[in-house]
Each structure stands twice: as C-alpha cells, then as structure tokens.
C-alpha cells in the first residue's frame, strides 16, 4: 500500500513543467561566450568495449555507472542510482513515442520503453492530452515525482524483457520538500525526467531510399551534416534544441526552485543518433554545446547542473553506431563488443532497411572510424567557449561539402590547408 495516502494524505504528487516558446537560434548565439567547462561533462562508458578514456576527461561518479554482467544490468543514466540525476528521455514531439495505439509490449526505443517502466509517466502524459491522434503531452517537458516501479531497463534494453517489479520502491523515503507558489510540497526527488526530442525526424526517407539507412548508421550520409543556417534540420537547430528544453529560464518561475532542488545533473545517450539516426559525433557536440550556454541558468558556480554522458556498444536505438565517437582502435573494439555479443530481438527495434546483412549492429569496418575520438575532442576545446567550438563545427563542416570521407571529430581538428600565392 502507498504510505503516502494514510490519514487522509494526498498521495504521490507529480510536478509537470512545460517549456516556453521556443529562442530563436541568434539568442542562443548569442549566449555562446559560456565556457564549455560550464556543462559540467562527465562520460559513463557503459559496457562500450573500449579502453578506459584517458585524463583530462571527467568521470560519472561510480554510483551513477556500473557495468552490467551476464545476469542482469549495471547503473546508466536508465537504470537510476545517482541522487538526483534526471533521466533524459529521447523522446518524440509527445512523450512515449508510438506507445499508445501502436505498440503492444516492450516494441519500439527508448522513449517507449521507459513508459513501461515509468507508469506513472505514462498514465500522465495520456491525461494531459493534447492531440487528438497522439493523446500524449508535447514536449519539451520534465516531470518531478516519478518513480521507476519496475527493474532491468537499462540503456541496452538487453534484459527490460524480464519487466520485474521493484519490490521496495521508495513511497515516502525518497520524499523532498519543495516550494510551489509559495507552498510546501512533498515530492519524489529518485527520478527526475526529462523528455525532449532532437530536431531531425524524417530528415531522410529511408522507406523509399533503403539504401540510405545504412550509410546513416555508419555516419556517412551527408545529410545528416547539414550547417546550413536556416535548415530545419541543421546542427544548429540541435544545439537550440538542447539548450531550450535544459534552460531552466525555459520554465515557469514558479516551478524552477522546485527544479532546482531536485535535479542535480542530466543524464543522456545518443541523443540525436538513435532510431532518426542522426550522426552520433554531432549529437555528443550538440549535447555539449547546447548543456554549457544552458547551465549558467539554473545557478552560479563552475558547473551548476553537469550533464552525464553515457557511451554503449550496443544501445537500444541503432545498436554500434555510438561506437564512432570512439577514436581508431578503441572505435573497433566498440563495434567488435556489439557484435560478439549482439542485442536479442526483444532489446531493440529497427526497419528492416537499417540492418548489415541482417546484422543488428554497425559492423566493424576501418573507414568508420576516424582518427579522433571523443576524449581527444574534451581535451582540445575543453577550455574553449560554446561559441568558439560551435562556429570551429560549422566552418569545418561547411568547408568540407557533401565529403564524408572523414569524421567529423576529425574534420572539426583538422587544421585548413592554406594556398600561397
């Protein structure tokens, strides 16, 4: 029984923030003095295969980033384990993706699969519908109070068929009091969630080009490097798209104290380079970018609200792809991981033009993987602004056409050959 209804309580309460109208991307340029040491960057390599990165990249504290063993997960940013850590959910324009409708079980990503796990979510977002085919609540939005009541989702899926209880779920353990117009509230601090899509779906049709989906995965369609100012898809839009849904001046007055009080760091994966297989370098850059000119606005000090990011060998969306923000040899030992020991068939979905051969993960091939890697890019620019690495991005890129010969970490490091006279 819920602990938190005797004597006439109220029960579990969840706080439901919906961000404002959306900045243009010339307010978060101009936002680019932040330093990129102000995200707060710590990386998790979760089960990915690859040597341990080397210094001058921070670490996910261990209680947030256990490895997994054969018989079930470790602790990632989907599993829960680091006080406070917002869970960041990939989701679609409406949380929990195609769940409601279309998938019957444990089918579909990420976002879907979290609906499961988080039911107290997923009955949200139904009731506070706002589209009459897609009852489910618009994003960007972060929900405060939820509980993960079910194990065994972690960033893999690999083991989420299972769908165990928790049988000692925190009802009034875990419970923080919070201000809400002037009022104190009492509020699960376990799970923050944070539910905001990337601006890229659709960007190429892969139900009439089959032979697209497979140069995406490996990184190598050139339109997933669009920079072009002013495409609706471009890395540009990325990069709002992360800083709006994180800023907390996106939010109400009313509910950031809330926010700020129970979220203490933003945990992610492949953002932007699951199931709309964007290009996975990009997305970590997007990620770092948009999180260091966002984190100055929940509060003062170096590194106010850090952004947790985790690397897979074999995530639930587009299983090896993540593998390419590795550098050379560690690249392939990542790739190698995913298909030694590849992702049942209940762990993951995917179209069937997406796969190698009918292989699930990106196989490991030597023109994948570059030169750089992304300890290699965290060392270089770490001390940069957000605006500095952001323009150096699109230069770069635009400087290199529709080639994708090379990486684009190793494009970005690339210094420009000059023509003398």
């Known amino acids: 029984a819920d602990a938190s209804l005797a004597d006439g309580g ?49 670490l996910v504290p261990e209680a947030g980033c256990r490895q997994p063993t054969k018989e079930g997960p470790g602790v990632d940013f989907m599993t829960g384990g680091l006080s406070g850590q917002a869970t960041q959910d990939i989701s679609a324009a409406f949380l929990g993706g195609y769940v409601f409708g279309n998938a019957c079980g444990l089918g579909g990503g990420q976002d879907e699969r979290l609906m499961t796990y ?31 009541l079910c194990k065994g989702l972690d960033g893999t899926a690999r083991f989420d068929f299972r769908l165990a209880n928790v049988t000692q779920a925190p009802i009034t353990s875990d419970l923080v009091e919070v201000k809400l117009k002037g009022a104190a509230y009492n509020v699960s601090g376990s799970r923050p969630f944070a539910a905001f899509m990337s601006e890229n779906q659709g960007f190429f049709n892969w139900r009439n080009r089959w032979d697209e989906a497979p140069l995406a995965r490996r990184n190598k369609l050139p339109s997933q490097r669009d920079v072009g100012r002013g495409s609706w898809h471009a890395f540009e839009q990325q990069v709002k798209a992360w800083y709006r849904s994180v800023a907390l001046t996106s939010y109400s007055e009313a509910v950031r104290p809330a926010m700020q009080e129970l979220v203490a760091s933003v945990g992610t994966g492949p953002w932007l380079a699951g199931l709309w297989w964007g290009d996975s370098q990009l997305g970590f850059l997007a990620v770092w970018l948009g999180h260091a000119i966002a984190a100055p606005t929940w509060g003062e000090g170096e590194a106010p609200l850090p952004v947790d990011y985790y690397l897979y060998s074999a995530f639930t969306e587009s299983p090896g792809n993540q593998c390419i923000v590795h550098a050379s040899d560690a690249c392939q030992a990542c790739m190698k991981r995913c298909n030694d020991d590849p992702l049942l068939d209940t762990a993951f979905w995917m179209p069937g033009e997406a796969f190698f051969d009918g292989h699930s993960c990106v196989p490991a091939q030597p023109d994948v993987c570059g030169e750089t890697g992304v300890g290699d890019i965290i060392s270089a620019y770490a001390g940069d602004s957000a605006g500095d690495l952001w323009a150096r991005v699109e230069d770069r890129l635009a400087a290199e056409g529709s080639s994708t010969e090379s990486t684009v970490f190793d494009v970005v490091v690339r210094t420009p050959s000059v023509l003398l006279p």
Not at 18 to 39: I, M, Y
């Open 10 to 58: 109220a029960g579990p309460l969840l706080i439901v923030a919906k961000a404002a109208r959306p900045p243009s991307v010339d307010e978060v340029r101009n936002a680019g003095a932040a330093p990129l040491a102000g995200a707060g960057l710590r990386v998790c390599q979760y089960d990915d295969g690859a040597p341990a990165l080397g210094d001058g990249v921070d």
């Open 118 to 148: 988080m039911p107290e979510v997923a009955a949200l977002t139904f009731f506070l519908s706002q589209h009459w085919q897609f009852p489910q609540l618009r994003q960007p939005a972060w929900i405060l109070g939820a509980r993960m």
